[in-house]
């Protein structure tokens, strides 16, 4: 049920949320995380996220696996929702600041398509009646980030390619792997996936639907982005500039030397890029009559 609650535009927000204003502000969070750094990371799916993830397990030698850390709740919540239990639902988000495991910081990664929710459920009432989207995502990140005193960079992550992205976004949604790590499961993946696409009907169309929700969350991280920075120290880094240099050299953008590194890193992922997405892209690319 949570997929269909995410978040691409704030005309369709204002309309899910007249359903769930029962629940607007009904949790707390009082538990004392003042000494415990944390990387914020705000970004959409598909983007190389748990690449970048990874990458700081090693290299900051974290106890730690990539994971969105803010998902258990809301998919608690959209799953039962009226008659969830609410002391129980904040329990779930209790435990979802705390999920990462002690290191030298911890990480949470968070999408631009769910963070206003959080927001809408610890926000005061007041605010949330007629709080947008993109305000309630930013009350959510202040929030989070006053729960420590060692205030880290924000990191927000896009990606340029956003056909390929919306081929990856497209092929995830077949509940095919979303991560690879041997060739064994590359080359099974890539049979599969070309079965799969033998399937559809018109998979060109289902790429563009999947790029105009990516260009339309983009838009709301990027005004995210643009009302946070001049507060809070943010760092723009990007999937094919950034995450896809071997150099590791991005991370000196957020993070003190003396924290992580970066010889530590042997990516054991394998992209789940391949000759039939490129097919699919440059398909849709010659429907468009580009």
Request: aromatic letters at 10%; proline letters at 3%; glycine letters at 2%.
């Amino acid at each position: 049920m949570l997929w269909r609650r995410l978040i691409h535009t704030e005309n369709q927000f204002s309309k899910i949320k007249k359903k769930f204003l029962t629940i607007s502000s009904s949790l707390e969070f009082n538990i004392n995380l003042e000494n415990i750094p944390f990387l914020l990371i705000l970004t959409t799916q598909r983007t190389g996220s748990t690449v970048l993830c990874q990458d700081l397990e090693q290299a900051c030698k974290l106890n730690y696996k990539a994971t969105e850390s803010f998902i258990p709740p809301l998919q608690y919540l959209f799953k039962n929702y009226p008659n969830h239990n609410i002391e129980l639902l904040q329990e779930i988000i209790n435990r979802s600041f705390l999920h990462p495991a002690e290191g030298p910081i911890y990480i949470h990664k968070i999408m631009i398509d769910y963070i206003g929710w959080l927001g809408f459920l610890c926000a005061p009432k007041d605010f949330v009646k007629n709080a947008s989207y993109v305000d309630l995502s930013i009350w959510a990140i202040e929030f989070i980030m006053s729960k420590t005193q060692n205030k880290l960079p924000l990191v927000f992550l896009d990606r340029t390619n956003k056909l390929a992205q919306a081929s990856s976004r497209l092929i995830n949604s077949m509940g095919l792997q979303t991560h690879l790590s041997t060739e064994q499961e590359k080359s099974e993946y890539n049979n599969m996936v070309k079965n799969k696409l033998n399937e559809l009907k018109h998979p060109e169309g289902m790429i563009l639907d999947q790029a105009s929700i990516i260009i339309k969350q983009n838009d709301l991280l990027e005004e995210v982005y643009k009302k946070i920075s001049p507060e809070h120290n943010s760092v723009m880094i990007n999937y094919e500039n950034d995450i896809c240099d071997d150099s590791y050299n991005y991370l000196s953008k957020f993070l003190d030397k003396n924290l992580y590194d970066k010889s530590l890193i042997t990516r054991k992922l394998k992209k789940t890029a391949n000759i039939n997405s490129v097919n699919l892209i440059n398909s849709t690319i010659n429907s468009l009559g580009i």
